[in-house]
């Protein structure tokens, strides 16, 4: 079986892209493909797919997301709006949350 990558991010995040043709661009990732170790990440990464019509749809021109390795995207802050690391902290309650490095803010609800 192949390895899989490990990552912070989770479907539903805002990350920032920090590399490539897209670098500086923000967007919520649709599906994380962890077997790839790549990120499905909304209006980002887009192609254009010539279908041929198939029955229930038209054909033509499709653009749609292309995936995008998991090193090439940083988890986006808001607040100040750049790209953050991510590190996981057990609470005292039990839970373990994941937060953002430089301030220390929880993410996940």
Request: charged share 35%; hydrophobic share 30%; aromatic share 2%.
């Amino acid at each position: 079986m192949k390895d899989q990558i490990k990552t912070n991010l989770k479907k539903g995040d805002q990350v920032v892209v920090i590399t490539g043709k897209d670098r500086g661009k923000h967007g919520r990732i649709l599906q994380v493909l962890l077997k790839e170790g790549t990120l499905l990440v909304e209006r980002i990464n887009m192609i254009k797919r010539h279908t041929k019509p198939q029955r229930g749809q038209e054909g033509g021109i499709v653009e749609k997301e292309s995936p995008i390795h998991i090193s090439n995207v940083m988890y986006y802050d808001a607040a100040t709006g750049k790209g953050v690391r991510i590190a996981k902290k057990n609470l005292e309650d039990g839970r373990k949350v994941r937060i953002m490095s430089g301030s220390g803010e929880v993410i996940d609800r």
